[in-house]
């Protein structure tokens, strides 16, 4: 019988779920995904050699860290690739049964905002960022679970440090948010690759149902490649955001919202082309 090792097991398990729910949740934006992801590094614990594994296991929680952001970046690399969005549409979720230490977890520098700013990293940019920059993960931890070198594992949370940043200082110049916007269209008409990069933030992230591009070369590329829809195109606010409204026979069919940097570059291109949500947006035509 090795109940008194199980029960061993489950009490150290228990005292690192509250840290381990609040990595999820900041790495998934749902509430339900993180308690299913912790609940895998549970399973696979208690598969990784009985209830002794707790008694093995020298640094448990690095090891319960590592599994729980392995998971979370399978899942998100899982959403990715059938362009998901979490159910919870970004509104963090308490747990069922309240947890003190959980809440001030979760109310530490995360909020709505910051959840949609994380949505817009890569897998890998997100699991730098949330594990170094908000649990004090090493880069040689982070590393191991992205397959990267520890300099590589720098990098990525640099760049989602960059655009952490600049997504919470944005820019709030209407009327030079306005010239950009203006000149992004001009620059979309003419195929002009040069016009484009001049006002996309290098780590600018465009999303839509189709997917997720990431990069300003990347961008650029994709954006130049549409000068139909340039021609077409009327500057607009799509929720009160600085965008584009793409009509065709007067009928608005795609939408373009811009998120800008301070100094006034595209940071996030959000675009919708699907009718039932644009017809949920409040467009207004300039």
């Known amino acids: 019988m090795a109940t008194g090792d199980d029960d061993f097991l489950a009490e150290r398990f228990e005292a690192h779920r509250s840290r381990l729910r609040a990595v999820a949740h900041r790495m998934l934006g749902s509430a339900a ?3 299913d992801a912790v609940q895998e590094a549970w399973v696979r614990l208690s598969r990784s050699g009985g209830g002794s594994a707790g008694r093995e296991i020298d640094n448990l929680a690095g090891w319960l860290t590592t599994v729980v952001g392995r998971v979370c970046l399978d899942m998100l690399r899982s959403r990715r690739s059938r362009a998901e969005e979490p159910l919870e549409s970004w509104t963090p979720a308490s747990s069922e049964v309240a947890d003190p230490a959980q809440d001030a ?37 982070v590393a191991s679970i992205v397959d990267r070198t520890p300099e590589a594992a720098r990098q990525l949370a640099s760049r989602a440090r960059r655009r ?55 961008v650029a590329s994709g954006a130049s490649s549409f000068a139909f829809v340039g021609a077409v195109a009327r500057p607009a606010l799509i929720d009160g955001a600085t965008g584009l409204a793409v009509l065709f026979d007067d009928r608005v069919e795609r939408t373009l919202s811009f998120t800008f940097v301070r100094g006034g570059r595209i940071a996030v291109i959000d675009v919708v082309t699907d009718l039932d949500r644009i017809s949920e947006l409040d467009v207004t035509l300039l």
């Open 105 to 141: 977890l979760l109310a530490d520098s995360v909020g709505v905002a910051l959840l949609v700013v994380l949505d817009t990293l890569t897998p890998g940019e997100r699991l730098a960022f949330v594990l170094h920059d908000l649990f004090g993960v090493p880069y040689e931890e």
């Open 164 to 218: 952490v940043r600049g997504a919470q200082e944005p820019d709030v110049d209407l009327a030079r948010q306005r010239k950009v916007v203006d000149a992004f269209l001009a620059a979309a008409r003419d195929g002009d690759f040069d016009g484009l990069l001049a006002v996309l933030d290098p780590d600018v992230v465009a999303r839509s149902e189709a997917g997720v591009v990431t990069g300003a070369a990347a």
């Open 33 to 35: 995904e993180a308690d």
